[in-house]
């Protein structure tokens, strides 16, 4: 297989379950938890600012109401994502990408940085999340892209070329040699729960890495690992204490 600098565990959202979702102190306990490797969402604020988030709707994850999209920065920034996880997680803010960033360097995590763009900002959330991370990125392993959307995979190889990108999928598509070279990606990220280990052979013989989500199971881990997969996406790190680090 082609090289994964990666991490075989990504905790997912930050730290998983263990933190509120895409949150500087989910990125801080990943680490404390001996994580490598963290992956998060990236949105756009109205003022077209790349922040931490994973639904397009401010209600599940943060303490506001309304379309991320539809808010400024200025306003996110006022809002609680912490405590709705938990009260003692109260007053913890949405990041931006740049101090996720900066974070990660902090922390010596290594990045995976899905772009969520809202409907309709496809193109804007690639080219701005892929500009912002070449700019900030200080060398190292880098971050590694992807996203649902394709356009914004698009975008963000034109902004960025140099970074890398992975395709985003529920399950591995028939043509997904056509859509890797389109992409220029180098790897593919599926659903664990779509896991199809004919396609996962076939990735598997041209070395092009296969990681899954979500998987909080270690045993179910393992088989995927046995199975050809290279990494696994887990909202559970905690629980993958004797192959975090691998
Ligand atoms: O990037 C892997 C995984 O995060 C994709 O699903 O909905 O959790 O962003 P979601
Ligand atoms: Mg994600």
Known sequence: MASWPYSRIIAHRCGGALAPE????GLRIAARLGCRAVEFDVMLSRDGVPVLIHDETLERTTNGAGYVAETDLAALRQLDAGVSHAP???GEPLPTLAE??????????IANIEIKPARGFELATGAAVALLT????????????????EDALAAAALAAPQLPRALLV???PGDWAQRLRRHGAVAVHCAAARFDAQRAAALAAVGIPLACYTVNDPARAEALFAA????VFTDRPDLFAAIRIS
């Open 88 to 90: 003692a997680f109260t």
């Open 228 to 231: 050809g997969v290279a990494a």
């Open 134 to 149: 070449k700019k900030l990125w200080r060398g190292g392993t880098p971050p590694l892209l992807s996203s649902f959307s």
């Open 100 to 109: 996720a960033i900066a974070a990660c360097d902090e922390f010596g995590l």
């Open 170 to 172: 529920n399950e591995v």
């Open 22 to 25: 895409n949150t500087l102190a």
